[in-house]
């Protein structure tokens, strides 16, 4: 079984504590055919685990979840992204839920190529790249820049990520973050976890309704490129 694990970190304003959540996705190849995730969020006091078993039968929190059978959580976006991108596909479509309110119903999530357009890097370049828009239940929501086939930088509805090339300068500017935010935030760590290929700075975004985010930092995955 492979598995996809990520811990994004941000703040939700600017005195704000350090909002952190470790998230694992295992599939067998394909996300779509998930057998398990966890999701732990220290700074919400909220943990959610769910399995998925071969027929499609899903206990979210040892509870059965009939209506994940076809659904994704929303972590693992990264990996529909990464097979459309793989399958050259103009669109994709699935069912997402919620892995921090698992009791809220899946919705309809669709992935669409919106063209080519300049899009500025973290370090002040600009690059020609494609945008692949996320739109959820009719709501456009993150977006995605590729450049031949790898993601360059991505809104995370007001966060941005760019891909970096040099593992310690990330983590060490992650680790910078993390000790500004260390005092306020509920789980002390020295540093997180060197999983990462992109970095999270954060910006005001037009529309957040869950709360603006305004800086921070997140790992994800280095096979998604």
Known sequence: MEQFSGSPVFRMGEDAPLYLVDHVVGHDGDVRRWRRFTYDSPSSESQHSGTRDADGTVHVDDTPAPAFSDAVGAYG????????????????????????????????????????????????????????????????????????????????????????????????RLT????????????????????SD?????SQPVSQPAGSITSGACCTDPRWR
């Open 176 to 195: 910078r973050r993390w000790q500004r935010g260390s005092a306020s935030s509920p789980r002390n760590r020295d540093t997180p976890s060197k999983t």
């Open 77 to 172: 976006e990264h990996l529909i992204l990464t097979q459309m991108l793989g399958d050259k596909a103009d669109t994709v479509s699935y069912l997402q839920f919620d892995g921090s309110e698992p009791e809220g119903d899946p919705q309809t999530a669709q992935m669409h190529r919106r063209g080519i357009e300049a899009t500025e890097l973290s370090n002040g370049s600009t690059v020609d790249a494609e945008r692949i828009q996320l739109v959820v239940a009719g709501r456009s929501t993150n977006a995605h820049w590729c450049v031949d086939g790898v993601v360059v930088k991505s809104d995370w509805c007001g966060a941005q990520s760019f891909l970096v090339d040099d593992l310690d300068a990330l983590c060490a």
């Open 198 to 202: 992109h970095f999270c700075s954060g």
